[in-house]
């Protein structure tokens, strides 16, 4: 029987927009690698560092960009929101450290005088999303988690606003990025 790789040809864009955001904000000693054996289900990357050895494993899931409703902006503030919708056993059965959420987000920017759509990475642990999902969540349809996450760019405040409100701030951009690298070190 020979070997199932998985499909490298195909890279999924969420992945490897992560995979650069990461590259571009972790140490020299980190590299960022894609698994290719198709028997590593839920894992989408490895961070390692390449001089003691340690290593973490992250499932990416991304969203699109999403206009503001103008009820959203009154109640939230700057930024917009990502939206998630994946079964429930995605977070119980996962085997990834990491689950980095992708969310690009519409912003006023000051310098060009025009919206752009920026790039955000929400880094949490697997094991603080299961127990705030099991915690704070709902399934949804046929047994899905659905996640509404906002991120204002201003304040740096991310929630999940779907169900019950869960903060999710200390897990975005810079603060995500130090966690992996404390891991890592």
């Not at 904000?25 to 050895?53: F, S």
């Not at 005088?113 to 709902?138: A, F, M, N, W």
């Amino acid at each position: 029987m020979g070997v199932a790789y998985k499909n490298f040809w195909s890279l999924n864009t969420d992945e490897a927009v992560v995979s650069g955001i990461l590259r571009g904000n972790t140490n020299k000693d980190i590299e960022v690698l894609m698994p290719m054996n198709a028997q590593m289900k839920g894992i989408d990357l490895v961070l390692m560092n390449v001089k003691n050895k340690k290593s973490i494993t992250i499932q990416v899931k991304g969203s699109r960009a999403y206009e503001p409703k103008p009820n959203e902006v009154r109640n939230y503030g700057s930024g917009s929101a990502g939206w998630f919708f994946f079964p429930e056993k995605v977070v119980s059965g996962a085997t990834a450290d990491y689950f980095a959420f992708l969310i690009y987000i519409l912003e006023d920017s000051d310098k060009i005088g025009r919206r752009i759509i920026e790039p955000h990475v929400i880094l949490i642990p697997t094991l603080d999303l299961q127990e705030k999902s099991k915690k704070y969540k709902s399934t949804h349809g046929d047994g899905r988690y659905s996640y509404k996450i906002w991120i204002n760019p201003e304040t740096k405040e991310v929630f999940d606003f779907r169900d019950q409100k869960i903060d999710f701030s200390k897990y975005l951009d810079d603060k995500g990025y130090e966690q992996i690298h404390n891991e890592l070190y």
